[in-house]
């Protein structure tokens, strides 16, 4: 069956610029995750739906930094006047239920360049 | 602050060779522990996780870990190495006190299989 899809899967912006990341889940997953991942690190959590509501948006690094899910299925990251430390890949992950021992499927990132 | 801690970012194994990678990680209350596995442009995908069911748990394509509570380690292991293992390989740990369901992910091994 279909993964975890996301758009688009590169990205490049000039600083000051804002971009919209999607992603589209599992259908029927409760769970979705945002992660940041920078060069040669692990993926940091940055924030958590079950289903439409936020319940968790405590790794966001910035006021320029938004999420939403708003029919609990696709999510966007929006992210307002990049600047260049915000260049990573950003991944999106869901699970079917809302356990802490669920397994996340990811997809396969969006890299975002900001110039 | 990491809550995972994972050596040496490149492991060279010969192949054929035993796999080894080892994954600490800082709770005193036993966590969700899990293995992913990224192979280039590709999303993470779950090797095997740890539940508080056997301590010993094993995972796809011949992988393995065991759960050491009193070394508050969770270590990766694979008899053979095979050219397909060739991949970034993620120690996690998530439930509380890391978060609810969020993961916290170590800096990741790159592991590079020589014929």
């Known amino acids: 069956g279909a993964g975890v899809s996301q758009s688009p899967r590169y990205k490049v912006a000039k600083r000051g610029q804002d971009v919209a990341l999607r992603c589209d889940p599992i259908?029927?997953?409760?769970?979705l995750f945002w992660y940041q991942q920078a060069l040669g690190q692990g993926p940091e959590f940055l924030t958590y739906?079950?289903?439409?509501?936020?319940?968790?948006k405590s790794g966001l690094p910035s006021d320029r930094f938004f999420a939403e899910r708003p029919e609990g299925s696709v999510s966007t990251l929006k992210i307002q006047r990049t600047q260049q430390e915000d260049s990573a890949v950003y991944l999106c992950?869901?699970?079917?239920?809302?356990?802490?021992?669920?397994?996340?499927?990811f997809g396969p990132g969006t890299r975002l360049t900001v110039t | 602050a990491q809550s995972v801690t994972q050596l040496g970012s490149h492991v060279s194994v010969s192949e054929g060779a035993l796999v080894l990678l080892r994954c600490n990680y800082s709770?005193?209350?036993?966590?969700?522990l899990f293995w992913y596995v990224q192979y280039p442009n590709q999303g993470l995908q779950l090797l095997l996780k740890y539940t508080s069911a056997a301590t010993l748990v094993k995972g796809i394509n011949g992988f393995e870990a065991e759960f050491k509570k009193s070394e508050t380690s969770f270590h990766l292991t694979k008899p053979s190495a095979h050219m397909s293992d060739a991949a970034e390989y993620f120690c996690a740990v998530g439930g509380e006190p890391y978060g609810n369901n969020r993961l916290a992910f170590g800096k990741g091994n790159q592991v590079v299989v020589i014929p």
């Open positions: 709770s005193s209350v036993p966590p969700y």
């Open positions: 992950a869901s699970s079917p239920d809302e356990g802490a021992a669920d397994e996340q499927y």
């Open positions: 259908s029927g997953h409760v769970s």
């Open positions: 739906f079950q289903n439409e509501a936020q319940l968790d």
